[in-house]
Nanobody, 126 residues
Framework: QVQLVESGGGSVQAGGSLRLSCAVS????????MAWFRRAPGKEREGVAI????????YYVDSVKGRFSISLDSAKNTVYMQMNSLKPEDSGMYYC???????????????????WGQGTQVTVSS
């Protein structure tokens, strides 16, 4: 059974940093694409960052480019997202997602995502 467990969220002031972690079990992260999504209050879920299979290529939504960095530790089967220079508009629930190439119902950046964590809250105050 695939399980994704996020951690690392919290409350910070604008300009601060957080590092999100997503510990994965029952699934080989290095062979698949992984991503972070977020949902702000009153807004739709949006993809934030993706690391494609084998962990070489990444993509970031424009609003976080240069501030966020997604990475993969294959040995620990864990995905991270370092978030620097946080802004109030970065606030929201952050979800880790894993590729399900056959049945994943959510498409983003040409990848089907079908496994999700429970989310971790990020709150940035001005």
């Amino acid at each position: 059974q695939v399980q994704l467990v996020e951690s690392g969220g919290g409350s910070v002031q604008a300009g601060g940093s957080l590092r999100l972690s997503c510990a994965v079990s029952g699934y080989t992260t290095s062979r698949n694409s992984m991503a972070w999504f977020r949902r702000a209050p009153g807004k739709e879920r949006e993809g934030v960052a993706i690391i494609y299979s084998r962990g070489v290529t990444t993509y970031y939504v424009d609003s976080v480019k240069g501030r966020f960095s997604i990475s993969l530790d294959s040995a620990k089967n864990t995905v991270y997202m370092q978030m620097n220079s946080l802004k109030p508009e970065d606030s929201g629930m952050y979800y880790c997602a894993a590729e399900d190439p056959l049945y994943g119902p959510i498409w983003w950046r040409d990848v089907r995502f079908g496994y999700w964590g429970q989310g971790t809250q990020v709150t940035v105050s001005s």
